[in-house]
């Protein structure tokens, strides 16, 4: 009976042998494409924190921008000389 049980063991072991990297092989490759997959999304958020982040300063970039091109396009009013 011990001969039996050593011949399952041996082919046990040599399916696991076997087995063993193509189950590696699999999970690594879903792996890599779930990381691909997910990238685009991932990048997406930091560029969305990254705007948002950077709002306030935009804005405000925004505003003088604004500020000096309605100071630049406005008729400029003559002043009576001093003195």
């Keep these: 009976m ?9 082919v046990v072991g040599a399916l696991l042998l076997v087995i063993l990297p193509l189950v ?6 879903a792996l890599a494409i779930g990381i691909l997959v997910a990238l685009p999304l991932i990048v997406a958020i930091l560029i969305l924190a990254g705007i948002l982040a950077a709002a306030p300063a935009l804005g405000y970039g925004l505003l003088l921008a604004a500020v000096l091109v309605a100071l630049w396009a406005s008729e400029r009013k003559k002043r009576p000389p001093l003195g």
């Design 2 to 10: 011990g001969l039996v049980w050593f011949f399952i063991g041996v």
């Design 24 to 29: 590696i092989a699999v999970l690594g490759a």
